[in-house]
């Protein structure tokens, strides 16, 4: 009924007995520019109901160009609730390489950080080899280095270990050994 007022919009659908794939193929030849599935199932949403995958209607969907996302009736609702308030709201539909990150090239970069806790002064600048993270603590906590470094590493690997916050600057703790 409204086809017209569908070119270069993102289609509101409600789920309902058409297959995604006819209904889509419908929207695309009005002119819209993506659609959004909202299910027809009154309280579903994604963290109770199972994932699923939109299937076509047994002929191919390589026609299929324009993006197509499924919302459950809740996260749905959060999107309705939006545009009756607002009357319009920006969406974002990226191509499925960009949201599950295929488009980069590149490997994760990685590294180990150590970090040395001292007391102001104690540290020279530059003494250690390398890039350096200065971490201030605002409330005056300090650990003990055995608390920080936790049991001894054995075989290149450090066990786990607990941290004790009751210390401060101020405590009278005695020499480190």
Not at 11 to 17: E, H, P, S
């Amino acid at each position: 009924d409204n086809a017209a007022e569908l070119k270069g919009r993102i289609a509101l659908v409600l789920r309902g007995d058409c297959m995604f794939a006819a209904k889509a193929r419908w929207l695309q030849q009005t002119g819209a520019i993506g659609v959004i599935f909202i299910d027809h199932r009154e309280g579903s949403n994604s963290d109770e109901t199972p994932l699923f995958q939109m299937v076509g209607d047994g002929d191919s969907t390589e026609d299929i160009t324009l993006p197509l996302v499924f919302l459950f009736s809740r996260e749905g609702a959060v999107l309705t609730t939006a545009l009756e308030e607002h009357h319009n709201v920006d969406v974002l539909l990226l191509p499925k390489e960009k949201q599950l990150g295929h488009d980069k090239m590149e490997e994760p970069i990685s590294m180990n950080i150590k970090l040395l806790l001292t007391q102001e002064g104690e540290m020279e600048e530059n003494s250690a080899g390398g890039p350096t993270l200065q971490f201030v603590l605002e409330n005056e906590e300090v650990f003990s280095k055995e608390e920080l470094i936790g049991s001894e590493q054995q075989d290149g690997r450090t066990q786990p270990c607990s941290a004790d916050s009751s210390q401060s600057l101020n405590s009278n703790a005695g020499p480190e050994t």
